[in-house]
T-cell receptor
Framework: EAQVTQNPRYLITVTGKKLTVTCSQNMNHEYMSWYRQDPGLGLRQIYYSMNVEVTDKGDVPEGYKVSRKEKRNFPLILESPSPNQTSLYFC????????????FGPGTRLLVL | AQSVTQLGSHVSVSEGALVLLRCNYS??????LFWYVQYPNQGLQLLLK??????LVKGINGFEAEFKKSETSFHLTKPSAHMSDAAEYFC?????????????FGAGTILRVKS
């Protein structure tokens, strides 16, 4: 089944404790992206990757890191989480950048205390 | 900055009534336009997509949307609401340079369906 998977689905952590949210897709998509969803703001892009070893900042990259060492994986790293990073996070992928349909993972709900 | 505006953060309709969710975008160039739906505790899934082939786009679950260039609108409609349509709906635009070569989302509209 074609899908985007994320882990964990739920995470509670404390300020400053490094964490990684994994994202994997099995559709051989070149383009992958991370979004955060906050009430009343819709989805905002954090980082994206056009292919292996090619990543770039989205609209809200501060406090986040990403890497793309393999085509299928695109982890999101919070090196020193803060309470303002409490949010719902989505990973998405598409064949290419541009007007392609993006396929979304199920989301990771993060609470930073 | 370019933007996508969804009028009404919450819309409530009775079962069987018309659903109308509004979306306007700020662009002079017809972009790619999308409607995504998010059911509770799930990720987003594509409802429909406009790619300039036809101004009236039919999607899944009986939804359709009409692209109106003169109004820069892409409103989503369904003739008869069903309880299972209760969800949050997002309009999104991909408009190359004007939108920074990325997908830009509206703030979302929560649809409530009353029995």
């Amino acid at each position: 089944e074609a899908q985007v998977t994320q882990n964990p689905r739920y995470l509670i952590t404390v300020t400053g404790k490094k964490l990684t949210v994994t994202c994997s897709q099995n559709m051989n998509h070149e383009y992958m992206s991370w979004y955060r969803q906050d009430p009343g703001l819709g989805l905002r892009q954090i980082y994206y990757s056009m292919n292996v070893e090619v990543t770039d900042k989205g609209d809200v990259p501060e406090g986040y890191k990403v890497s793309r060492k393999e085509k299928r994986n695109f982890p999101l790293i919070l090196e020193s989480p803060s309470p303002n990073q409490t949010s719902l996070y989505f990973c998405a992928s598409s064949r290419y950048r541009g007007g392609e349909t993006q396929y979304f993972g199920p989301g990771t709900r993060l609470l930073v205390l | 900055a370019q933007s996508v505006t969804q009028l009404g953060s919450h819309v409530s309709v009775s079962e069987g009534a018309l659903v109308l969710l509004r979306c306007n975008y700020s662009s002079s160039v017809p972009p790619y336009l999308f409607w995504y739906v998010q059911y509770p505790n799930q990720g987003l899934q594509l409802l429909l997509k406009y790619t300039s082939a036809a101004t009236l786009v039919k999607g899944i679950n009986g939804f359709e949307a009409e692209f109106k260039k003169s109004e820069t609108s892409f409103h989503l409609t369904k003739p008869s609401a069903h309880m299972s349509d209760a969800a949050e709906y997002f309009c999104a635009v991909w408009g190359s340079r004007e939108y920074g070569n990325k997908l830009v989302f509206g703030a979302g509209t929560i649809l409530r369906v009353k029995s």
